[in-house]
């Protein structure tokens, strides 16, 4: 059974920059691709980006375009998630999660994924 963990949430200000971790184990990482996801208070959960499990190919958010950045190191078995630029609206419960298969075409879908992390929580002040 595939087990994801997300580590490296927090409080920041701003402008400023946080880095979320996933831990994947009970796998094969390299079968996997991962994707993260976010709720904000109020709101349904919504795509932030994923990574497919060779690693070639990601996908952004167009509201997280050019200030977040996915990667994951296959020796770890972890996925990185670099979030640069943060504001206030990017305060939310970030969730890994991943899948095994599927079609890069449907990679933001929630429903593909089979796994998930309990999340992390995110807080931008302002």
């Known amino acids: 059974q595939v087990q994801l963990v997300e580590s490296g949430g927090g409080l920041v200000q701003a402008g400023g920059s946080l880095r979320v971790s996933c831990a994947v184990s009970?796998?094969?990482?390299?079968?996997?691709?991962v994707a993260w996801f976010r709720q904000a208070p109020g709101k349904e959960r919504e795509f932030v980006t994923a990574?497919?499990?060779?690693?070639?190919?990601?996908s952004y958010a167009d509201s997280v375009k050019g200030r977040f950045t996915l990667s994951r190191v296959a020796a770890k078995s972890m996925v990185y998630l670099q979030m640069n630029s943060l504001s206030p609206e990017d305060t939310a419960v970030y969730y890994c999660?991943?899948?095994?298969?599927?079609?890069?075409?449907?990679?933001?879908?929630?429903?593909?994924?089979?796994?998930w992390g309990q999340g992390t929580q995110v807080t931008v002040s302002s």
């Open positions: 009970g796998g094969t990482f390299s079968d996997y691709s």
């Open positions: 999660a991943a899948r095994y298969g599927g079609t890069w075409s449907d990679s933001r879908s929630q429903r593909s994924y089979n796994y």
């Open positions: 990574i497919n499990w060779r690693g070639d190919l990601t």
